[in-house]
Antibody, heavy 122, light 110 residues
Framework: QVQLQESGPGLVKPSQTLSLTCTVS??????????WNWIRQHPGKGLVWIGY???????YYNPSLQSRVTMSVDTSKNQFSLQLSSVTAADTAVYYC??????????????WGQGTTVTVSS | QSALTQPASVSGSPGQSITISCTGS?????????VSWYQQHPGKAPKLMIF???NRPSGVSNRFSGSKSGNTASLTISGLQAEDEADYYC??????????FGTGTKVTVL
């Protein structure tokens, strides 16, 4: 059974870069059968898709965040990562990693991490 | 790409059926059959309930069903149970980005 676990600092200072990692267990990112996503949820608000990465390193970002987002993958560690630069208080949110069911369009995210809360504050 | 539009809240009594709508446009829901629905209990991660408009993942109750007409998708919960009280989000593939989520609907079981 595939499981995802987010990790990273819970507190980031304004203007700095937010960095999170998602560790995949029970399955291999290198299988090439899935896209690997990041999603965030502001306090009391809805879900926002940030982007996804494929095991090869190819990415697709939400146009609204594209200028500040970088995703990477480390197949040797079975991990993928999110970096969000120049953060402000508006980036305070719960960040989730999630797996696409397949690589055929947006077919739904069937495995999610538990989420990690990131607060942007000095 | 703007968020898809959902009613803020829907309520029903145990045993009843409720339907949650998700309205998009001809660039997303109207153009593709890639609509998904997620259930989220407070403090928990979302759970996939419906994919490709009307398909249920293994393990999801058949009380949950999905459909689409034009630019609007719908999630119906039949035989409403207390455990169904949660937030529900739709999502769709769009012509400009793989995923856009709905605004979310809070389901209350009276």
């Amino acid at each position: 059974q595939v499981q995802l676990q987010e990790s990273g600092p819970g507190l980031v200072k304004p203007s700095q870069t937010l960095s999170l990692t998602c560790t995949v267990s029970g399955g291999s990112i290198s299988s090439g059968a899935h896209y690997w996503n990041w999603i965030r949820q502001h306090p009391g608000k809805g879900l926002v898709w940030i982007g996804y990465i494929y095991y090869s390193g190819s990415t697709y970002y939400n146009p609204s965040l594209q200028s500040r987002v970088t995703m990477s993958v480390d197949t040797s560690k079975n991990q993928f990562s999110l970096q969000l630069s120049s953060v402000t208080a508006a980036d305070t949110a719960v960040y989730y990693c999630a797996r696409d069911r397949s690589i055929a369009a947006a077919v739904g995210m069937d495995v999610w991490g538990q989420g990690t809360t990131v607060t942007v504050s000095s | 790409q703007s968020a898809l539009t959902q009613p803020a809240s829907v309520s029903g009594s145990p045993g009843q059926s409720i339907t949650i709508s998700c309205t998009g446009s001809s660039s997303d829901i109207g153009a593709h059959n890639y609509v998904s629905w997620y259930q989220q209990h407070p403090g928990k991660a979302p759970k996939l309930m419906i994919f490709d408009v009307s398909n249920r993942p293994s393990g999801v109750s058949n009380r949950f069903s999905g459909s689409k007409s034009g630019n609007t998708a719908s999630l119906t919960i039949s035989g409403l149970q207390a455990e169904d009280e949660a937030d529900y989000y739709c999502s769709s593939y769009t012509s400009s980005t793989p995923y856009v989520f709905g605004t979310g609907t809070k389901v209350t079981v009276l």
